[in-house]
């Protein structure tokens, strides 16, 4: 397919600045065609008058008009056939297969919430009827419910290139809330993001919607990122990066004389627990799934398990040793970019001079020059070292882990005490160690999002109990999720209804419940009308 290389605002191709970029490919460090335009601060004004204008018919929009409109987009997308999934490859490292399973993912999510908006119940409406008669004071008939919050903007995240960038779960959970969406598309990927905001814009003018429900521009982070999160207009915004970048975004966005939440993902370490008795039944197993978790998609999920504890003895040595081999014997893997790829050798270089660190293993087989590869890394400490020093604390996005030994229970509490929030934290345990270790899963359910037992956190589930969050700094707002259909709550916010005439009450609050959705009704989950 030819690329144009030019940002999509509301259907049109902006006229953008003069300056160009090319992505370089990890595959072999040579630029890609064709030039890409980055936008003009112009272009940002324009999308975002144009998302407010569409904002005010999209709002109002049936659930079968976005229902439809979400069906289209997955469908165009698979229209793209293996073009999409050709560039895309080219444009990340990725490989074929693992790109074929995230355009499912992504055609998933989509048709996962076009089915949450037709069934209606996720706006969680509430009616209290009034009580006329009730002294000293008559009660007065009060409905609620969320609805939609304005235009959104998404940010593109480079290692789930289609799950989580233009198309990917904001922008679905966003469009399904009724809010318009602007994309800044990720620099490293824009030939795929172009694609899909093509995708996108052809179900704009299939399903009749307004051509200010979606833009997609280029740019860098640093002035057009900035630049919509501070815009007047925007509402909200969704990101999944880097703790640096996360960070300069939800400060812009609180910055403002009218702030807007930033939902960002941004670092997680991802603690993986050990306990003796697991240790002893099945250390070798755990280390050779614990190896496949650290390197699957070149370490670079964000649910990574970049930590791993244990209480020393000869078990957890052994463990180790099986561990540091299965690593030495992994190979080198393409990174996403340059950029990742230099951040993932800093990172290791920082470590290795840390003292009381030592490096323990590396893969056995060289990288090659001419790809942007990591090797698979493992080092190791001891708490107290962990406990002192906080540079061991700090993600490194790769396929890189840190084994740290505890000498006691109380010193495995006081390292996981110490750790910053999470998305995820692992326990490997046998029904006796989790009888003896119940304050440790006490302390982590106030540090993490979402708990495991004797699995691995990496592969996340899409689907409406999954929770992809956690506190700071995994996530800017420990109570939303940015996968599953509860992510559809971060685009929405509460209002409610006193007094109204029937006629001018949403369809969900109407009391012959038109739609048939669950409600609160005087304080009873029902379908029932009033």
């Known amino acids: 397919m030819t690329l144009h290389g030019h940002s999509l605002v509301a259907g049109q191709l902006a006229a953008s600045s003069s300056r160009t970029f090319h992505p370089i490919s990890p595959l072999d460090s040579r630029p890609m065609e064709p030039a890409f335009h980055e936008c003009a601060l112009e272009d940002v004004d324009q999308a975002l008058w144009q998302a407010e204008e569409a904002f005010a018919l999209y709002r109002k929009s049936s659930a079968e008009t976005r229902a439809a409109f979400l069906e289209a987009i997955a469908d165009e997308i698979l229209a793209l056939g293996d073009d999409l999934l050709q560039r895309c490859h080219h444009e990340t490292g990725l490989p074929l297969d693992r790109l074929t399973g995230e355009r499912g993912r992504t055609c998933g999510q989509l048709k996962m919430f076009a089915a949450l908006v037709r069934e209606g119940s996720w706006v969680d409406a509430r009616i209290d009827t009034a009580q006329p008669e009730r002294t000293p004071v008559p009660k007065a008939d009060i409905r609620r419910m969320l609805a939609p919050l304005g235009p959104v903007i998404v940010f593109g995240s480079s290692n789930f290139p289609l799950a989580f960038s233009v198309a990917g779960g904001d922008t679905a959970s966003a469009l399904a809330a009724g809010c318009p969406v602007i994309v800044k598309a990720h620099r490293a990927h824009p030939g795929t993001s172009e694609l899909v905001a093509g995708a996108i814009g052809r179900a704009v003018e299939k399903c009749g919607v307004p051509h200010g429900v979606f833009s997609m521009l280029h740019g860098a982070g640093s002035e057009i990122g900035i630049a919509l999160v501070k815009h007047p207009l925007a509402r909200a915004a969704g990101f999944t990066g880097s703790r640096v970048a996360g960070r300069a975004l939800f400060d812009a966005a609180n910055a403002r004389p009218e702030p807007i939440p930033v939902f960002a993902e941004m670092s997680s370490l991802n603690p993986l627990i050990i306990l003796p008795g697991a240790l002893r039944e099945r250390g070798e197993q755990i280390a ?75 893969s056995d087989t060289e990288p090659d020059a001419a790809k942007t590869q990591g090797e698979p890394t493992v080092f190791a400490t001891d708490v107290e070292d962990f406990l002192a020093k906080r540079a061991l604390h700090e993600e490194i996005f790769g396929p890189f882990t840190l084994l740290v030994s505890a000498r006691s229970f109380a010193e495995l509490e006081a390292a996981l005490k110490s750790l910053d929030g999470q998305l995820t934290a692992t326990f490997h345990a046998t029904p006796a160690d989790l009888a003896e270790a119940s304050d440790l899963l006490h302390i982590l359910e106030r540090k993490a999002g979402r708990l495991i037992i004797n699995g691995f956190p990496t592969g996340v589930e899409v689907c409406p109990s999954m929770h992809h969050g956690g506190p700071y700094p995994a996530t800017t707002d420990a109570r939303f999720t940015s996968v599953g259909t509860a992510a559809i709550q971060r685009w929405s916010r509460p209002v409610c209804y006193q007094s109204f005439p029937a006629d001018l009450l949403p369809a969900e609050l109407r009391s012959e419940n038109p739609r048939g959705v669950m409600r609160t009704l005087n304080g009873q989950l029902t379908r029932d009308g009033v």
């Open 288 to 362: 050779q799934g614990l190896r496949t978790s650290v390197t699957m998609g070149v370490g670079q999920f964000c649910t990574k398990p970049g930590l791993v504890f244990g209480i020393g003895s000869p078990e957890f040595e052994k463990f180790g040793e099986d561990f540091a081999a299965a690593m030495r014997a992994a190979a080198p893997g393409t990174m996403l970019h340059p950029g990742i790829c230099r951040a993932f050798h800093d990172g290791v270089d920082a470590m290795e001079k840390v003292p009381g660190v030592v490096r323990v293993a590396e």
